[in-house]
Structures are given as structure tokens and as C-alpha cells.
């Protein structure tokens, strides 16, 4: 299963908890930040962390958030 982690981290904390997470989940995994993300269609499973902008996702995460269909 191939898994991307996606991270949209402003002060490093998403960062450091999307690099444990990548850590675990073996050798068909990638981590990206969001800015160069690939195109998430291409993975299984998509970890996405980010955060939290006046009560929602950041806008980076959003907007890559919408390019995920069927996931
Ligand atoms: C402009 C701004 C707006 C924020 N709005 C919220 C919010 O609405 N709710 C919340 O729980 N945290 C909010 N935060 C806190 C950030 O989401 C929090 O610092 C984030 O978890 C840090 O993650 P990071 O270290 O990966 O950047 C805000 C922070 C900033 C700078």
C-alpha cells in the first residue's frame, strides 16, 4: 500500500508529529510538506496534518485537501 503524509506546519509541531507518523508506516511511504506535495491520487493513503487557522485548516491544507477525491 503505498501511503503519502502530508504536512502544512507553521512552527514545526505538524512537522514533527507527520515525521513520527512517517516513521512507522513502512517502506512505501513518503512524506511531503504541502507546498511540494505530490499529486494524491498517485498514494492509497493520504496523512494529511496541519494548523489550525481560525477554526479550520490552514489554507495551503485546504486547498490541497481539495484535489483528493475517493480517498
Ligand atoms: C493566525 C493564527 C490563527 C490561529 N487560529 C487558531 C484557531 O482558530 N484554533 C486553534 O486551535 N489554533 C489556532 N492557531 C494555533 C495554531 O493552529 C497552532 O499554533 C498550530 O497547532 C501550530 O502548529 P505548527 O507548529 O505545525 O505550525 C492559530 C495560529 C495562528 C498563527
Known amino acids: 500500500m503505498k501511503t503519502l503524509v502530508v504536512y502544512s506546519s507553521r ?3 505538524t512537522k514533527m508529529v507527520a ?3 512517517f516513521e512507522v508506516m513502512g517502506q512505501n511511504a513518503v512524506i511531503a510538506p504541502v507546498q511540494t506535495a505530490p499529486d494524491p491520487q498517485d498514494f492509497d493513503l493520504v ?3 496541519f ?3 481560525k477554526g479550520i485548516p490552514d489554507n495551503t491544507a485546504r486547498q490541497y485537501m481539495a ?3 475517493g480517498k
Open 51 to 53: 494548523w489550525v487557522d
Open 67 to 69: 484535489k483528493i477525491s
Open 19 to 21: 515525521e513520527a507518523i
Open 11 to 13: 512552527t514545526g509541531n
Open 47 to 49: 496523512i494529511i496534518g
